[in-house]
């Protein structure tokens, strides 16, 4: 899934640019695998994080990718995000599972 900040609500125009590959696991792990690579910040990276809601709306997060010592996760395990810069390109992955998914309040 290619990230680009037209897809933030609402829009933004940014260099900036993002993948994130999932690869979902049934059978007994239950578990989804990640990897989220960026590039062209213009400031460090925060948090990153995955919402659920109808298109057009930021829908409460529900699961979260990585994370920084200013911006806790309320996952134990979350990973720190790379800082990342206007030159670099940096990358972030893990496992996620059960555990992990954060309850939202349905968006209407």
């Known amino acids: 899934m290619k990230l680009i900040g037209f897809e933030e609500v609402p829009a933004i125009s940014t260099a900036a640019r993002g993948k994130l590959r999932l690869k ?8 989804i695998d990640y990897r ?7 400031n460090p990276a925060t948090q990153a ?19 920084s010592a200013t911006i806790n996760s309320p996952v134990a395990d979350t990973p720190l995000c790379p800082a990342g810069n ?5 990358t972030v992955s893990g496992t996620l599972d059960a555990a992990d998914v954060q309850a939202v309040v349905p968006q209407g």
């Open 24 to 31: 979902i696991r049934n059978g007994s792990t239950g578990t």
């Open 36 to 42: 989220l690579s960026y590039s062209g910040l213009t």
């Open 49 to 67: 994080h995955i919402h659920l809601a109808q298109k057009g709306v930021n829908g409460g997060i529900v699961l979260w990718l990585c994370d």
């Open 86 to 90: 206007t030159a670099t390109k940096e």
